[in-house]
């Protein structure tokens, strides 16, 4: 479920402001197997999207929990 979330926010992505892609990581150490984190990573790091037309950039975190096939935000950081 949270690679369907991270393929619709893409998709949104994509269509409106950035060629980067968000990427799905599972968060360890929490005790839980269904936290994932969607961000973009690039060589093991963190980085922000590069935006089109723009010279800014966009740094996008979202942790969820999965449950019964539903996605629950558990935090969001969007910079």
């Known amino acids: 479920m949270a690679q369907s979330l991270a393929r619709h926010l ?3 992505l994509n269509l ?15 005790g839980h197997d269904d936290t ?3 961000e973009r990573v690039v060589e093991g790091e963190d980085v ?3 935006l089109y037309r723009s010279t800014a950039r966009l740094s996008v ?19």
């Open 36 to 38: 994932f984190e969607l």
């Open 10 to 12: 893409n998709r949104v």
């Open 16 to 30: 409106t402001v950035s060629d980067a892609r968000l990427t799905v990581s599972p968060v360890t150490g929490d």
């Open 48 to 50: 922000p999207l590069e």
């Open 61 to 79: 975190q979202q942790v969820v929990v999965v449950k019964d096939r539903r996605c629950t935000t558990k935090s969001m950081r969007i910079v």
